[in-house]
């Protein structure tokens, strides 16, 4: 079993939907969780993080966290074709982060 | 965010040359930097720690003699490919942290992609 699952994709959904994107995790030692925006042929871009259970918002994107689930979520509001890109999940919780695959995202005008 | 830069950004070489690829912390000193590994439609294969003014870390499977890593200074880490053959060609990442308020956060340079021929 992997630490880090994400589903790879790929979503498709029309321009203003909302998107969930989600990740499940099987070490309860990571205390650090970062989603990561990636476009084609460049380094991820890092979007949000947060190092507790609940809820984060900044702008048209919230982070989720229930560390009790140990599953971590993403969700674009208003989403736009400029949010197609590759989002990836990120946690740890001592020296590494481990990444999830990656959900390649694309919002269709 | 922290900026880390990522030079250069793509490179094409023939088998049995070096590569170097440098990483650099611009607003901020990075005592760790990590160097990262991605093939098409894959996520990131982390392959060694960088640690300033030590030897480098590096993950299991990755060829130390292969891959050189140096971290010479608090902004600067460099990543060679020694004798580069078509299977190294990938896309390399660099990232660094911005301790002490975001501690496991990591900031990415921009990639290199490296093309051997």
């Known amino acids: 079993q992997k630490e880090v699952e994400q589903d790879p994709g790929p979503l498709s959904v029309p321009e203003g939907a909302i998107v969930s994107l989600n990740c499940t995790y099987s070490n309860s030692a990571f205390q650090y969780f970062m989603w990561y925006r990636q476009y084609s042929r460049k380094g991820p871009e890092l979007l949000m993080y947060?190092?507790?259970?609940g809820n984060k918002e900044d702008g048209r994107f919230t982070a989720q966290v229930d560390k009790s689930s140990k599953y971590i979520s993403l969700f674009i509001r208003d989403s736009q074709p400029s949010d197609s890109a590759t989002y990836l999940c990120?946690?740890?919780?001592?020296?590494?982060?481990?990444f999830g695959q990656g959900t390649r995202l694309t919002i269709n005008p | 965010g922290a900026v880390v830069s990522q030079h250069p950004s793509w490179v094409i070489c023939k088998s049995g040359t070096s590569v170097k690829i440098e990483c650099r912390s611009l607003?901020?000193?990075?005592?760790?930097m990590f160097w990262y590994r991605q093939f098409p439609k894959q996520s990131l294969m982390l392959m060694a720690t960088s640690n300033e003014g030590s030897k480098a870390t590096y993950e299991q499977g990755v060829e130390k003699d292969k891959f050189l890593i140096n971290h010479a200074s608090l902004t600067l880490s460099t990543l060679t490919v020694t004798s580069a053959h078509p299977e190294d060609s990938s896309f390399y990442i660099c990232?660094?942290?911005?301790?002490?308020?975001?501690?496991?956060?990591?900031?990415f340079g921009q990639g290199t992609r490296l093309t051997v021929v």
């Open positions: 990232s660094a942290r911005d301790p002490p308020d975001r501690d496991l956060v990591a900031f």
């Open positions: 990120a946690m740890g919780g001592a020296q590494k982060l481990v």
């Open positions: 607003d901020f000193q990075a005592t760790t």
């Open positions: 947060t190092y507790s259970s």
